[in-house]
């Protein structure tokens, strides 16, 4: 299974952007995906997840401004970011977790930069 995440780059304070992230290769449909982010030096941390069902779950850091969502169809997962502020800035790391494989993987991770 590979995860291919795009869509990453430098914003202002109070923008928005977009990440998008891919799944490929041989596996029974995916049950659950997320985005994780880690800054430097700190630990990596749960964004944003999106079950199968379509149940979301946020940090409490970013509800209001992140939305997630899904294609199934596609494979693919999205998170739309808004109202951007520096603390924001980190690379985003995207998760899924197939029916079959039942593991996690992980995409390469997209930087994301929020200028002041």
């Known amino acids: 299974v590979q995860l291919q995440a795009s869509g990453g780059g430098l914003a202002q304070a109070g923008g928005s952007l977009r990440l998008s992230c891919a799944a490929s290769?041989?596996?029974?449909?995916?049950?659950?995906m997320g985005w994780y982010r880690q800054a430097p030096g700190k630990q990596r941390e749960l964004v944003a997840s999106?079950?199968?069902?379509?149940?979301?779950n946020y940090a409490d850091s970013v509800k209001g401004r992140f939305t997630i969502s899904s294609d199934r169809a596609k494979n693919t997962v999205y998170l739309q970011m808004g109202s951007l502020i520096p603390e924001d800035t980190a690379v985003y790391y995207c998760?899924?977790?197939?029916?079959?494989?039942?593991?996690?993987?992980w995409g390469q991770g997209t930087q994301v930069t929020v200028s002041s």
């Open positions: 998760k899924a977790r197939p029916v079959y494989p039942n593991l996690d993987y």
């Open positions: 290769g041989r596996f029974l449909s995916i049950n659950d």
């Open positions: 999106i079950t199968s069902g379509g149940t979301t």
